[in-house]
């Protein structure tokens, strides 16, 4: 069973701070007429999972657990909830904050100490170690956030080819290729952004050929060629997601990126103004222009998710405990609160 039940309805994972007062991974049924969420049911066996992602090919959920030190389970989702494929198993990292799938390996970001690794995969989905961890090496102007490397996400390039890890404490996205024969992780090129910016995540058009970089210490969003035969990321422009410099204005810190299944519009959310900001490409993928802002409907959306359809948004907001849902005007982009649905201490959404 993956990510709908015996009727077709589909299924969102949300997973939460414990150490917060959430409740670990909540599962919650979408009505497909309205994109409403159902609350369902609650799995507290990791700690803290920050960040789910979901294998299609194998139809098992990952959860990473931003703990000291840092670790990862897999469950088998049902109808009604997960069961645990096994005990959670170290990462070989403190602070995990992001994970991804590629090929028959598990990757995951340390925001804490500054690495990644790579778990391999049973042919059941189940994890085992130990972890091949890369260390990044680096820092950057902002004392307080860029003392030393700070990995914030890890994930494969469409072609699968290539893994890229993007690292808030060192402004630089890292390309890497994986070890045919151990899966361990190979730093193939590193691509310095500006300065101070602190990039933390970033979104693929679905071309393939177009990355988007979205930085936390700086409202920007970098526009990236993506060269796949190469695996070389060339940046080419640089766009504002928020106001920035004005009197009185206030701090504040981007989280999420994410591109339309259609290619037509890029959504980020920005914490601080509670917002979400949408970006037109009417003009071309490495052309995004700000078509406008509203509000995330709670306070500091940690995540942004889109459904496979592209007709709705869901933000994960983590002060104010909610996921809030959005149908967005297909002409415009531009998202319209529809809903939300209580999580505390909510950290992301994921389908499946």
Known sequence: MSGADRGGEPRVRIGSFTSGGGRGVTTA???PATGALTLLSVNDAIADPSYLTFDRDTGVLY???ETEPGAAAAFRPTPEGLTALGPAVRVGGSGPTHLSVAGRRLLTAHYTSGSVSSLPLAADGSLSGPASVLAHRGSGPDASRQE????????????????????LGTD??????????TGALRLHGETALRAGTGPRHLAFHPDGMVVYVLHELEPQLTVCRWYPGSGRLEPVGEVPVASTGAPGAVRVYPSAVVASPDGRFVWAA??????????SLA???EKPRLAGSVACGGS??????IDPSGRRLYAANERSGDVTWFDVDPLTGLPRRAGSLPVPAATCVVFG
């Open 148 to 167: 030393r490397p700070h990995a914030h996400q890890v994930l494969p390039d469409p072609s699968g080819n290539w893994v890229l890890s993007v690292d």
């Open 300 to 305: 500091w959306p940690r995540d942004l998710a």
């Open 270 to 279: 920005v914490r601080g103004t509670d917002t979400l900001a949408t970006f």
């Open 172 to 181: 630089s996205v890292r390309v890497c290729v994986p070890d045919p024969a």
């Open 63 to 65: 959860a990473v657990s």
């Open 29 to 31: 049924a979408v009505d």
């Open 283 to 285: 003009g071309g993928a």
